[in-house]
């Protein structure tokens, strides 16, 4: 596990073949997909509506099912999931709503959508989800709603954001896009606050063959509301002539029956490879444990992460450098890392609030120090450790890491030069 870094022209230690390759593809596609979509294709109905509507109408009874909700809606993707969330919640235009300084972009441009205004609260530095704490320094008299984000698929503190949200009569909405299939004390993901926005891209834990979103919520007025929203604030009967009536100002965020058709398929093995990637992840957790200075991702005990991504922050004085710039650290160990085979990635590279898109003047990131830090000294992991079959590949990386770690005495002066 020692050796020359492949940084500096050793042997690199993860090489793919395509055996490999296909341990790693994501999504999986197996003929239940490819029967399922010729049947939509056989026998027609290609959208939601019309002879469509059963394949979509399966999915949503089967994923209330799975996530233990009265109500589910699917339509066209993530963000339009988190869009027609906030709208079915009711806020009022012009009202506040809580979101983490840590997120994907949709998390805060959904509530603008909908003319709600986010305030930025930072986030847990072990969690990386919202930290209840600064959620409640965020509320002010115009709040209205808390979006809690399942970042990287763990759930948030949702017993101490139900308290929040209950103690300022606010509603609480999940940004579950990352967290299909984690748990909280017990309960899904989904089914954890008023109403839930999911993302099927192709990306996710449950993925579609392209662009998809689920809604579940218990509120049959809310679920009402999305409904009539994906679809130019029309009431279509199943039966009978379409009466062309909009009842409130919609755009179209259906989802499409081949779609419904796929992810369906995908549905039929989310428990199995829930359980099969909690497995290969702890095997990886478990052979980076003893790395000093390598932090892992953390999971409390009333939880499971549903492990979408994997998040590693860097300590630089437990790493013995602590004169080196973490960031500068972080860098220089993604190239060791990458040049090694393991594909690191940053996974947002400014809080939030920092977004060109948002930024209303200058922004201060000392705001949101943890969020900060937070992105300055880690790295993530995505999509190699979603397929059940990757770990063999993920015990390469182990070894990947053990690598580096053993030359971290080269590192440190090529850090310290940098930082
Ligand atoms: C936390 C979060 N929210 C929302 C979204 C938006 O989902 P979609 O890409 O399906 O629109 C994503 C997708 O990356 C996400 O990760």
Redesign the pocket.
Known sequence: MTGKLAMFGGTRTVTLDEADRKLLAWPIVTDAERTAILDVLEHGGFTSVGAGAAVVRELEARWAAYTGTRHCAAVS????A?ELAIAAAGLDPGAEIVVPAL??I??ATAPLRHRIKPVFADIDPRKFTLAPAAAETAITPRTQAILA?H?HGLPCDMTELRALADRHGLRLVE?A??AHGATYRGRQAGALGDIAAF???V?KNLPTCG?G?LVTTDDADMHDQVVLRRQFGERVPDKGERPYVSEVVAGNAKLSSMQAAFTRCQLDRLAEWVAERERNVSGLLAGLADLPGLVLPWTPPDRTHAWHMLRFRFDVAAMGMPDVAPGAARSLLQRALRAEGVPLQRYQSMPLPAQPALRAGKYDPREHPVTAAVLDDSLTLQRWHLNPASEPVLRRCVEAFHKVWANLDVLAPVARQAS
Do not use: M, R, Y
Not at 77 to 80: A, V
């Open positions: 993707n993530g963000t339009t988190i997120s994907f949709a998390t984000v970042l940004d896009a990352q993302s099927l891209n990306s662009e979103g």
